[in-house]
């Protein structure tokens, strides 16, 4: 097998989503928005005396704020994709934004349900000619803020790495006391799809972790307009903490799986024993032995996997590349192969 020639050697370690610069759009348009709004509100609370009003402003601000996590996310990793310092890229630092984004998530539930319950034991006045109207003006924020984010998340799942295939393969042999060592670096760029199951490897994080924080605030909205409607109606003032109860124990839900999923991902966790098993059934079909396997997210789209083969042929790492091309989200693939004796 001849020697590839540098070029061949040379590859990118950008591992970002194919829809990275559109949502990074789209995270700044959503900023732009909740800003605009949180100055309106702030101001406007100021000249008419509305206290309420400035409340909500600043509850904006923090939702402003946990978006500017997500957009800065972005940039820093497209600015950066290719900084050589990053050993497997930035593609991950989306799941950073997205857990840091969920732990403030969870703080917003705790303190929403802090004061919900302190509502229920220490009723305080509503004024309602106010309350409704910023609760309906936040709502419809909030669902213009999923609109601009548009189909981000949806088409999270349907994104493929651009980059193609990076293969670093590595041929151990076996024989005696002599190793034969091959590198064999290459670009595969195929037009196959990974199974139906393997789809949530492209999921978007940060953009999922923006459409939460949106569609949390929304569910809010809409709890607290009913809560407020109630309460006026009926006087039934307890509906509204009840209600805030409610919208806390949702956000803390969406929370939870955001920080499952994401920090998971941070720590390098298989993504799909499914995924390994079927790399493990397609390298041993003709005999050879996955001695060891290892497979990880570098970022929506992206795999990366070490494979360790034991065989007793004469395979090179180039064979059991071959095999595993129509897995398009093994972006990084390292294989090591084993000549091993067969005993008699």
């Not at 704020?65 to 957009?71: E, K, R, S, V, Y």
């Not at 220490?122 to 419809?140: K, M, S």
């Not at 651009?162 to 670096?185: M, P, R």
Request: glycine share 10%.
């Amino acid at each position: 097998m001849s020697e590839p020639d540098a070029a061949a050697l040379l590859h990118s370690h950008s591992f970002l989503a194919e829809g990275h610069e559109r949502n990074e759009r789209r995270a700044w348009a959503v900023i732009v928005l909740c800003t605009a709004m949180m100055i309106a509100e702030i101001v406007g609370g100021l000249l008419f005396g509305s206290i309420a009003l400035v409340a909500d402003g600043l509850h904006m601000s923090t939702h402003a704020g946990a978006l500017l996590l997500a957009a800065l996310a972005y940039t820093y990793a497209r600015r950066h994709a290719e900084d050589p310092r990053f050993t497997f890229g930035t593609g991950k630092l989306g799941d950073l934004a997205g857990f840091t984004s969920a732990i403030i998530l969870v703080m917003v539930a705790l303190l929403i349900g802090y004061e919900a319950i302190s509502r229920l034991f220490v009723p305080v006045p509503i004024h309602f000619r106010e309350a409704i109207p910023i609760a309906a003006v936040g709502l419809v924020v909030n669902l213009a803020s999923a609109w601009l984010l548009g189909g981000g998340h949806h088409h999270a799942h349907h994104q493929h790495g651009d980059a193609g295939h990076h293969d670093d393969d590595h041929d151990h042999g076996h024989h005696g006391h002599g190793d034969a060592h091959h590198h064999d670096h290459g670009d595969h760029h195929d037009h196959h799809h990974d199974h139906q199951h393997h789809r949530h490897f492209t999921r978007d994080n940060n953009m999922r972790a923006a459409v939460v924080h949106v569609i949390a605030d929304a569910a809010v909205s809409v709890f607290v307009i009913l809560g407020l409607v109630l309460a006026r109606v009926f006087g039934w003032l307890w509906m509204d903490p009840l209600v805030g109860i409610v919208g806390a124990l949702v956000i803390a839900s969406w929370s939870y799986s955001l920080i499952r999923d994401t920090g998971a991902i941070l720590l390098d966790m298989n993504p799909d024993q499914a995924l390994a098993g079927e790399l493990r059934r397609i390298i041993e079909d003709d005999g050879d032995q996955l001695a060891d396997v290892h497979l990880w997210r570098l970022g929506p789209g992206h795999l990366g996997a070490i494979i360790s083969v034991a065989t007793s042929e004469p395979r090179t790492p180039a064979d059991y590349r071959a095999r595993l091309a129509a897995f398009r989200s093994l972006s990084h693939l390292t294989i090591e192969v084993h000549r091993v004796e067969v005993s008699t």
